[in-house]
């Protein structure tokens, strides 16, 4: 075999290997589930008081194309809703660098830590509740590879979202509007009046 046909058999060989790869991308499956649970802290005539306690578990598998060894990072972002506004907030964000390797099963898992959010009820409607969540995986070069999330939200809202910061929140606009209160003071505040008995 001459010097040009192992040149054309080379050039067609890695034609073939580009073109497989770009046939079958890299496909990735995301499980996302949630441990919730509710305490109450008191209770009264005019309503109560509660703590929903929320942990959020995330698990990437390789589902699909070719052997994947560059890194991939994944993104969590944990959305609640304010009772007493309507507005949505950024209850925490979470950024990891992950690898599908043989010895991990081509999969990857976390789980958030645990997310206190108080509120009242009845007569005064203060404070927090879980909403939902958004999971990005993206590969180095920040391309997206999937997404998935507990409640519709189009590419708009997506980019919307991976904006922000922890602590960050807005309207159903997609309009920034504030911070969400770090000490919680206006439930704080409500807890000892949502709760209060005037039959003492």
Do not use: C, W
Request: zero cysteines.
């Amino acid at each position: 075999m001459n010097g040009v046909s192992k040149g054309l058999l080379s050039a067609v060989v890695m034609g073939a290997v580009v073109a497989a790869e770009a046939q079958f991308p890299l496909k990735v499956d995301i499980d996302v589930s949630t441990k919730r649970s509710t305490k109450q802290i008191g209770a009264g005539d005019d309503g109560n008081a509660r703590v929903e306690n929320v942990q959020v578990r995330v698990k990437v598998r390789k589902s699909g194309g070719q052997a994947y060894t560059d890194p991939l990072n994944i993104e969590l972002y944990v959305i609640g809703k304010q009772i007493h506004t309507g507005y949505y907030g950024i209850i925490d964000v979470v950024k990891k660098e992950f690898n599908f390797t043989k010895e991990n099963d081509n999969t990857f898992e976390f789980k958030s830590q645990m997310y206190a959010l108080p509120r009242t009820d009845g007569n005064i409607n203060v404070g927090g509740t879980y909403e939902t969540y958004l999971v990005v995986v993206t590969d180095k070069d920040g391309k997206i590879i999937d997404t998935r999330s507990g409640r519709v939200i189009k590419e708009k809202g997506i980019a919307f979202i991976r904006e922000m910061g922890p602590k960050t929140l807005f309207d159903r606009d997609g309009n920034v509007v504030g911070k969400i209160d770090p000490n919680a003071s206006a439930v704080k505040k409500a807890i000892p009046a949502a709760v209060r008995s005037d039959s003492y």
